[in-house]
């Protein structure tokens, strides 16, 4: 009798069988297809720059004087994008900062302080938190969070002057990001949690160890790889965050002074200017190179939670 | 006794926070409908926008946004499906199946602005059509495969391996187990991965301000023909969608109550975030109930 991996190739194999397969390996093929072409394309664009316009990439990621379009008699043009760059990193670490002791808490609650209020309450509440676009938090941030900031920086005496009372700033975005990242990180969290066997908690009860021992010492540490997963993830979110923060961090092409000062991301002058930017101008050019920096520094972030990942095995 | 005292502290200040993230949740509703109360209406939610004079409304961003979710989910429902019936029954541990892992990964955790520079790219420039409804529900899908074809792997991996065995024992080849026993099986994780994923791109705002543009043309809702430009079927036209709407009015609102249809917009796609929350959890229970037969 035919075994099933030998089956001879009818034209009803074919029709049941062969074609249907065909179809679904081509679709899966098809993502690294795409993913090929995406980073291929973002890429030809991006290191056109340094390629055709002959800019140096050290400048490009050293250099903070950002005028394309600045005049040859001045100089010529200058892209240097380490303010943006600067901008992104403060601000993710900013909202990471304020974010991170939240969301684990939320996760500890909900694995193990009260379970069915958690999933009842909270896992709904949560979801909703992520469901919200992202131009509604920056509409929020922009008419909540924006007055009550430039009220709070006019309020309190400083010794500078100078201070920017906008409302918008660092740590205004920082405060935007945090909420939109809370979810990521501690959905996660409490999936590190949940994935550790009961043992660690018994043998922590039967010392003798209270509950707030027993968090504190046993299972944050132990689901320590999978929470720090969450916590790059939530950085790789509010790297990649354009719009809320746009609204809401100032766009001013200086290193902020203080989380009071104004700022801007890398996703944020792209979602200013790409716009108005004449495609195949180093204006142009200089913008999707900040585009393929985004994306390597995403693909970075999928090479690092692996490598947690690898390291946190030994609880499984 | 101290560390009982300790724990009781503990405890306090999570049950502190956890309430705390209901109120915020609570607040930003309360804060959004609250403020955007006096457009909540059936003339301001279908009447044109307006960008010179006050009453204008958000009826085409609108039905852009929901005619992309169509298109969209139209383009992704069956790429992703069919990637993920192959990562669940067809792919062997190989180099092969390790790459795609890894471009589904890799695409998932790209910024929406990144994909919506590449649909800017190859759809608004390589092709020459300029900004258009088409190029952003394409975007808008490339966003969401990664999520469609890992749902669906998942529903098709959370099928029963009983009920595929014996469908295969009936003699079934594996392709007609999928077709007729496993997707039937997996529509109720479907269809509420398939609600989400639609919540998400009607709040998608940054890959869509590349693709789909952030201006419409004035739409005839009486014109049903596709080719025209006025159609609001017609796929080839620039559309602004509501939440690039938002977006626009802060950077650039023209009309004496931009502040005022920005929040009735967004007391819009925050009560359309809960509705489809909602009818997510619905129908999700309902059809597990239905399918699984454990009512």
């Given at each position: 009798m035919s075994k099933p991996n030998k089956r001879k190739i009818t034209s009803h194999y074919i029709k049941t069988e062969l074609l249907g397969k065909?179809?679904?390996?081509?679709?899966?093929?098809?993502?690294?297809?795409?993913?090929?072409?995406?980073?291929?394309?973002?890429?030809?664009?991006?290191?056109?720059?340094?390629?055709?316009?002959?800019?140096?990439?050290?400048?490009?990621?050293?250099?903070?004087?950002?005028?394309?379009?600045?005049?040859?008699?001045?100089?010529?043009?200058?892209?240097?994008?380490?303010?943006?760059?600067?901008?992104?990193?403060?601000?993710?670490?900013?909202?990471?900062?304020?974010?991170?002791?939240?969301?684990?808490?939320?996760?500890?609650?909900?694995?193990?302080?009260?379970?069915?209020?958690?999933?009842?309450?909270?896992?709904?509440?949560?979801?909703?938190?992520?469901?919200?676009?992202?131009?509604?938090?920056?509409?929020?941030?922009?008419?909540?969070?924006?007055?009550?900031?430039?009220?709070?920086?006019?309020?309190?005496?400083?010794?500078?002057?100078?201070?920017?009372?906008?409302?918008?700033?660092?740590?205004?975005?920082?405060?935007?990001?945090?909420?939109?990242?809370?979810?990521?990180?501690?959905?996660?969290?409490?999936?590190?949690?949940?994935?550790?066997?009961?043992?660690?908690?018994?043998?922590?009860?039967?010392?003798?160890?209270?509950?707030?021992?027993?968090?504190?010492?046993?299972?944050?540490?132990?689901?320590?790889?999978?929470?720090?997963?969450?916590?790059?993830?939530?950085?790789?979110?509010?790297?990649?965050?354009?719009?809320?923060?746009?609204?809401?961090?100032?766009?001013?092409?200086?290193?902020?002074?203080?989380?009071?000062?104004?700022?801007?991301?890398?996703?944020?002058?792209?979602?200013?200017?790409?716009?108005?930017?004449?495609?195949?101008?180093?204006?142009?050019?200089?913008?999707?190179?900040?585009?393929?920096?985004?994306?390597?520094?995403?693909?970075?972030?999928?090479?690092?939670?692996?490598?947690?990942?690898?390291?946190?095995?030994?609880?499984? | 006794?101290?560390?009982?005292?300790?724990?009781?502290?503990?405890?306090?200040?999570?049950?502190?926070?956890?309430?705390?993230?209901?109120?915020?949740?609570?607040?930003?509703?309360?804060?959004?409908?609250?403020?955007?109360?006096?457009?909540?209406?059936?003339?301001?939610?279908?009447?044109?926008?307006?960008?010179?004079?006050?009453?204008?409304?958000?009826?085409?961003?609108?039905?852009?946004?929901?005619?992309?979710?169509?298109?969209?989910?139209?383009?992704?429902?069956?790429?992703?499906?069919?990637?993920?019936?192959?990562?669940?029954e067809y792919?062997?541990?190989?180099?092969?199946?390790?790459?795609?892992?890894?471009?589904?990964?890799?695409?998932?955790?790209?910024?929406?602005?990144?994909?919506?520079?590449?649909?800017?790219?190859?759809?608004?420039?390589?092709?020459?059509?300029?900004?258009?409804?088409?190029?952003?529900?394409?975007?808008?899908?490339?966003?969401?495969?990664?999520?469609?074809?890992?749902?669906?792997?998942?529903?098709?991996?959370?099928v029963p391996h009983s009920v595929k065995e014996a469908s295969l024992a009936l003699g079934a080849t594996h392709w007609q187990t999928i077709v007729r026993v496993l997707i039937p099986c997996?529509?109720?994780?479907?269809?509420?991965?398939?609600?989400?994923?639609?919540?998400?791109?009607?709040?998608?705002?940054?890959?869509?301000?590349?693709?789909?543009?952030?201006?419409?043309?004035?739409?005839?809702?009486?014109?049903?023909?596709?080719?025209?430009?006025?159609?609001?079927?017609?796929?080839?036209?620039?559309?602004?969608?509501?939440?690039?709407?938002?977006?626009?009015?802060?950077?650039?609102?023209?009309?004496?109550?931009?502040?005022?249809?920005?929040?009735?917009?967004?007391?819009?796609?925050?009560?359309?975030?809960?509705?489809?929350?909602?009818?997510?959890?619905?129908?999700?229970?309902?059809?597990?109930?239905?399918?699984?037969?454990?009512?």
């Amino acid at each position: 009798m035919s075994k099933p991996n030998k089956r001879k190739i009818t034209s009803h194999y074919i029709k049941t069988e062969l074609l249907g397969k065909s179809l679904v390996t081509f679709f899966g093929i098809f993502l690294i297809i795409l993913t090929i072409s995406l980073v291929f394309f973002i890429a030809s664009q991006g290191l056109s720059t340094f390629i055709l316009d002959k800019q140096s990439p050290l400048k490009f990621l050293f250099s903070s004087k950002w005028d394309p379009l600045r005049d040859l008699s001045k100089g010529g043009p200058a892209i240097g994008a380490l303010v943006f760059i600067f901008g992104s990193i403060s601000v993710s670490s900013l909202a990471l900062l304020i974010s991170t002791p939240f969301s684990v808490a939320i996760s500890v609650f909900m694995s193990e302080i009260s379970p069915k209020f958690g999933k009842k309450i909270l896992q709904p509440v949560i979801e909703i938190f992520v469901g919200i676009p992202s131009v509604v938090y920056g509409w929020i941030g922009l008419t909540l969070l924006v007055p009550f900031i430039s009220k709070l920086t006019l309020t309190i005496p400083f010794i500078d002057k100078d201070i920017n009372t906008t409302g918008k700033s660092l740590l205004t975005g920082g405060l935007v990001l945090s909420i939109m990242i809370f979810p990521t990180i501690a959905s996660i969290s409490y999936d590190a949690l949940k994935a550790l066997p009961k043992d660690f908690k018994e043998a922590s009860f039967a010392l003798g160890a209270t509950r707030w021992q027993t968090i504190r010492k046993v299972l944050i540490p132990a689901a320590l790889p999978g929470m720090l997963t969450g916590v790059v993830l939530g950085l790789a979110r509010a790297f990649g965050e354009a719009l809320a923060v746009q609204m809401v961090i100032g766009n001013n092409i200086l290193f902020p002074k203080s989380i009071f000062d104004r700022a801007n991301t890398m996703t944020s002058v792209i979602t200013m200017e790409m716009g108005n930017a004449v495609s195949g101008t180093l204006e142009a050019n200089a913008l999707w190179s900040l585009a393929f920096l985004l994306l390597l520094i995403s693909f970075l972030f999928i090479v690092i939670i692996h490598k947690i990942g690898a390291k946190g095995s030994f609880i499984k | 006794m101290k560390p009982r005292v300790t724990d009781k502290i503990a405890t306090a200040v999570f049950y502190i926070i956890a309430a705390l993230l209901i109120l915020l949740l609570v607040l930003f509703a309360a804060y959004l409908i609250y403020q955007g109360r006096s457009r909540l209406n059936l003339h301001f939610l279908t009447s044109a926008p307006n960008s010179l004079e006050a009453g204008g409304g958000i009826g085409p961003p609108l039905f852009n946004s929901i005619y992309i979710v169509v298109l969209s989910l139209a383009i992704t429902l069956p790429i992703g499906l069919s990637a993920g019936i192959y990562m669940a029954e067809y792919a062997k541990p190989t180099r092969l199946t390790k790459m795609i892992r890894f471009c589904i990964e890799a695409l998932a955790s790209l910024p929406s602005i990144v994909i919506g520079l590449f649909g800017f790219l190859i759809f608004v420039q390589k092709t020459g059509w300029g900004f258009n409804l088409l190029s952003g529900a394409l975007a808008v899908s490339i966003l969401n495969l990664p999520v469609i074809t890992r749902i669906s792997e998942d529903s098709i991996r959370n099928v029963p391996h009983s009920v595929k065995e014996a469908s295969l024992a009936l003699g079934a080849t594996h392709w007609q187990t999928i077709v007729r026993v496993l997707i039937p099986c997996a529509i109720p994780g479907l269809v509420t991965g398939l609600i989400i994923t639609s919540g998400r791109v009607f709040g998608e705002a940054a890959a869509l301000i590349f693709t789909s543009g952030v201006s419409g043309y004035p739409l005839d809702f009486t014109n049903f023909n596709p080719m025209d430009s006025s159609s609001p079927l017609n796929p080839m036209r620039p559309a602004e969608t509501l939440a690039v709407f938002i977006w626009k009015v802060n950077s650039e609102g023209t009309a004496p109550d931009a502040r005022l249809v920005a929040d009735g917009a967004s007391a819009v796609l925050i009560i359309s975030v809960f509705v489809f929350n909602i009818a997510s959890r619905i129908l999700g229970k309902y059809l597990n109930n239905k399918f699984a037969g454990n009512s």
